[in-house]
């Protein structure tokens, strides 16, 4: 390997073949095609995987982990193989006009129960016949094939196409897309199918999210009802505030829940909805008049029900801001009264502190006569040993004047021992 080789990007390789992946084969009209689209949960990809590339390995091809995608020749058939973010379509592609446009869709398998190994559920199963440019079929024989109530029709890639359509299920279970072809070359021809297929499977998962929104919508109403309830007992102080606070902490957790339950399906809807009109643009249309087109159907139909899971998403965002904005106000107010019960509390123990000082002072009087008393006493029994030795000595003279000397020596001596005290907690203070 060359040192310029050695300086390759470490995803060169991986995003060439992402660029190259998706890429529809080319189709010659007339042609029928068959699409079966699955979901498939990311816990049953190892399977679908193992499934597929056993499948690649009969026919002799190769699928690796990176591969999105995969095309092998079936039984006189070609099989396309797409993996997408939560669902996979299997489309077959069967050259040649039948003798019947739209049959059952499970004619198009190898054997009836040949999907019966791949995981997943089925989304759905759509229809497609290309009928050649030099084609017999009348106008009106191919609208017959459709409902007249919902039928649409309109011309694509600049009117080298025409398609007909009426997105719903017929008697055998499948959706049903027709289409003209009026100057395609066999690339335009894959490119235009792909991309009718992309639509109307972004379409229908973009409508994922609206069962989602409409539960949603009835838990909403309630919680705003809940929370201008609460909002007005804020106001009002009727209520302990403790309590209230516990009210909100219990809406704000529901509607966090409600949030973590369908924000993601959501999100994805409005995804979808964007790609579908990312394809509806790609399709070049041109309206006919009298006939509703592709464009006005997504109108009508799908942009309301994004409208609502996008006005779901909003509300569950400004019911989280309002709840958040409702506890902080709450809390404020609780912290403002036990700051308060606070002061209050400091202001009663300093007034005990005083009154306990008073009573120290009070005390410590006291105690110069207690200590006086008992410092008499000795002096009492001191004089009396003396005079028992020395009988001559006056005791009714020195117990005159022991008193003064007690209580002055007492007194001083409580006094210095005061002092000394205070000068030792001024020089511990910092």
């Given at each position: 390997?060359?040192?310029f ?8 390789d991986?995003?060439?073949q ?8 080319a ?8 699409q079966?689209?699955?979901?498939v949960?990311p ?9 597929m590339?056993?499948?690649a390995?009969?026919?002799g ?5 990176t ?8 039984y ?6 797409e993996?997408?973010?939560?669902f ?5 592609i ?10 059952d ?13 791949f ?17 017999t079929?009348q106008?009106?024989?191919?609208a ?5 109530d919902h039928?649409i029709?309109s011309?694509?890639a ?6 007909w359509t009426?997105?719903q ?6 959706g049903?897309?027709?289409m003209?072809?009026r100057?395609?070359?066999p690339?335009?021809l ?7 297929f992309d639509?109307g499977?972004?379409?229908?998962l973009?409508l994922?999210g609206?069962?989602l929104?409409?539960?949603a919508?009835t838990?909403?109403?309630t919680?705003e009802?809940?929370l201008?309830y ?5 106001e009002?102080a ?11 902490t219990r809406m704000a ?6 949030i973590?339950?369908?924000s993601?399906?959501?999100?994805a809807?409005?995804a ?6 990312d394809?509806?643009k790609?399709l ?6 009298g ?12 942009t309301p029900?994004?409208?609502?899971s996008e006005?779901?998403l909003?509300r ?5 801001n309002?709840l958040g ?7 404020t ?5 036990l700051?308060?019960?606070?002061q209050r ?12 000082l ?6 410590e ?7 006086s ?5 000795l002096c009492?029994h ?5 005079q028992?030795?020395?009988p ?6 020195w117990?005159?004047?022991s008193?003064?000397l007690v ?5 001083l001596l ?7 005290l205070?000068r030792a907690e001024r020089?511990?203070?910092?």
């Open positions: 390997m060359s040192r080789q050695q300086r390759n990007h470490p995803q060169r991986l995003l060439d992402e660029l190259r992946q998706r890429t529809f084969p189709l010659q009209a007339p042609c029928r095609l068959c079966f689209v699955l979901t949960s816990s049953s990809r190892s399977t679908e995987f193992s499934q590339q056993q499948l390995a009969q026919q091809a190769q699928l690796k982990e591969d999105n995608d995969l095309n092998l020749s079936l006189g058939a070609i099989l396309r193989w993996k997408h973010g939560e996979s379509s299997y489309t077959f069967q050259p040649g006009s039948g003798t019947e446009l739209f049959d869709p499970l004619d198009f398998l190898p054997a009836k129960d040949w999907l019966e190994p995981p997943g559920q089925v989304f759905r199963v759509i229809q497609l016949s290309v009928l050649a440019t030099d084609s079929s106008e009106q024989d191919i017959a094939m459709f409902n007249p039928c029709s011309y694509l600049e009117q080298k196409a025409r398609i009426d997105f299920k017929h008697a055998e279970g499948a049903r897309m027709l003209q072809d100057g395609l070359s690339a335009q894959g490119r235009l199918v792909q991309q009718l639509l499977n972004y379409r229908k973009s994922l609206w069962p929104a409409r539960k919508i838990q909403l109403n919680l009802q809940q201008s609460i909002t007005q007992r804020i009002q009727e209520q302990h505030d403790e309590s209230l606070l516990a009210e909100l957790a529901q509607t966090e829940h409600l973590a339950e369908n993601s399906r959501l999100q809807s409005a979808y909805y964007q790609l579908a009109l394809r509806i790609s070049n249309e041109t309206p006919i008049d006939l509703l087109s592709l464009q006005d159907f997504t109108e009508r139909r799908l029900a994004f409208r609502t006005s779901v909003f569950q965002q400004g019911l989280s309002r904005r409702c506890t902080e106000l709450l809390r107010r609780i912290s403002l009264k700051e308060q019960q606070n509390l400091l202001a009663s123990m300093d007034q005990r502190a005083r009154l306990q008073k009573l120290q002072h009070m005390v009087g006291l105690s110069v006569v207690a200590i008393y008992y410092a008499m006493q009492q001191g004089i009396r040993a003396l028992y030795w020395w001559e000595l006056n005791s009714e003279l117990h005159s004047l008193l003064p209580i002055s020596s007492v007194a409580l006094y210095a021992f005061r002092r000394r205070k020089t511990a203070q910092p």
